[in-house]
């Protein structure tokens, strides 16, 4: 015996954040590319505003999480490995 236990009691947790690592890497270039192609003028707006950092802080957090529990819904919902 290896004295390594054969369940390891974290993978769910490492499944789950990875999950939302994913999400929140897609809402976040989202973001971007709705900035970078000024759709509906959005890239305009953040930019001629007085402070553009608040608005960019703004968005990227709100698609993080909007996108981070998508990521995490996604992966538990259809992606689930099968348990032992």
């Known amino acids: 015996m290896s004295g390594k236990p054969d369940y390891d009691p974290y993978r769910l ?3 789950v954040a990875i999950s939302a ?3 929140i890497a897609a809402g976040w270039t989202c ?3 709705l900035l970078w ?3 509906a003028g ?3 707006l953040v930019h001629n505003d007085r402070d553009p950092l608040a608005w960019l802080f703004i968005l990227l957090m709100s698609f993080g999480v909007s996108f981070g529990f998508l990521g995490i819904a996604w992966r538990v919902m259809v992606l689930l490995p099968e348990e032992e």
Do not use: K, Q, S
Request: glycine letters at 14%; zero cysteines; proline letters at 0%.
């Open 31 to 33: 973001v971007l590319l």
């Open 37 to 39: 192609f000024d759709v």
């Open 42 to 44: 959005l890239g305009t």
């Open 21 to 23: 690592a994913d999400g």
């Open 13 to 15: 947790m490492r499944y």
